[in-house]
T-cell receptor, first 112, second 112 residues
Framework: DAGITQSPRHKVTETGTPVTLRCHQT?????MYWYRQDPGHGLRLIHY???????DKGEVSDGYSVSRSKTEDFLLTLESATSSQTSVYFC???????????FGPGTRLTVT | QQQVKQSPQSLIVQKGGISIINCAYE??????FPWYQQFPGKGPALLIA?????SEKKEGRFTISFNKSAKQFSLHIMDSQPGDSATYFC???????????FGAGTQVVVTP
C-alpha cells in the first residue's frame, strides 16, 4: 500500500457523457501515472505527470486529458466517453529513490 | 504494437512445482525490468525487479533470470503454492520518467 486511493471505484456512464476519475496519494511523490488495463493488452500508459501542472502523453492518450493542480491529486478526464473506453483504470506513483512504481486499487469504468 | 511479448498466456502447475514465465523485448534501451503480481479486483503489486547489469536476482521463491544478448527475461516461481495463483505481468522501462511497457500477462493457477 503506497497510500494511493482512487475514486470512484466503480462507475457506469453513458456514451457521450464526461467522466473524471481521481487519484489521490499521501506520500508526496513527484511522478504519477494513469494506465488502462484491458484483456490481452496488459496495462497501457495513458498520461503521466512529473510535477504540479507538468503532464505528458502516454501511448494511448487519445480521448483523455489530465490535470494536476496539487501534488497529491491527479485527475483523468474522458471528455466524451465512448464504449471503447470501457476498462479498468489504474493510477500509479513512482518512489524516486527506489525507482519502483506502485499502483492504486483501480476504477472499473463501464460506458454503455 | 506490444514492445514486450509475454508467454505463455496461462499456466497450470501443481503445488510444489516450478512456474516459468518468459518475456522478450526489442528495445535495447530498456534498463529496468519489473514483474508485477495481480489478484482479481486488485491493483498490480510489484514483486521483483532487475537491471541489465545482473543476470539473476532472487527474492524468496521468486527468481528473475535476465539474458541481455537474447533480449529475454523470465520469472521462476519455485515451490509454487495455491496462494501464488494470480496474473503476472512483466514490464520494462527505458528512461527516468518511469514509463512502463507491459507484457500482456500470464494467468497462473496452482492446483492443490
Amino acid at each position: 500500500d503506497a497510500g494511493i486511493t482512487q475514486s470512484p471505484r466503480h462507475k457506469v456512464t453513458e456514451t457521450g457523457t464526461p467522466v473524471t476519475l481521481r487519484c489521490h496519494q499521501t506520500e508526496n511523490h513527484r511522478y504519477m501515472y494513469w494506465y488502462r488495463q484491458d484483456p490481452g493488452h496488459g496495462l497501457r500508459l495513458i498520461h503521466y505527470s512529473y510535477g504540479v501542472k507538468d503532464t505528458d502523453k502516454g501511448e494511448v492518450s487519445d480521448g483523455y486529458s489530465v490535470s494536476r493542480s496539487k501534488t497529491e491529486d491527479f485527475l483523468l478526464t474522458l471528455e466524451s466517453a465512448t464504449s471503447s473506453q470501457t476498462s479498468v483504470y489504474f493510477c500509479a506513483i513512482l518512489r524516486d529513490r527506489e525507482y519502483e512504481q506502485y499502483f492504486g486499487p483501480g476504477t472499473r469504468l463501464t460506458v454503455t | 504494437q506490444q514492445q514486450v511479448k509475454q508467454s505463455p498466456q496461462s499456466l497450470i502447475v501443481q503445488k510444489g512445482g516450478i512456474s516459468i514465465i518468459n518475456c522478450a523485448y526489442e528495445n535495447t534501451a530498456f534498463d529496468y525490468f519489473p514483474w508485477y503480481q495481480q489478484f482479481p479486483g486488485k491493483g498490480p503489486a510489484l514483486l521483483i525487479a532487475i537491471r541489465p547489469d545482473v543476470s539473476e536476482k532472487k527474492e524468496g521463491r521468486f527468481t528473475i533470470s535476465f539474458n541481455k544478448s537474447a533480449k529475454q527475461f523470465s520469472l521462476h516461481i519455485m515451490d509454487s503454492q495455491p496462494g501464488d495463483s494470480a496474473t503476472y505481468f512483466c514490464a520494462a522501462s527505458t528512461d527516468s520518467w518511469g514509463k512502463l511497457q507491459f507484457g500482456a500477462g500470464t494467468q497462473v493457477v496452482v492446483t492443490p
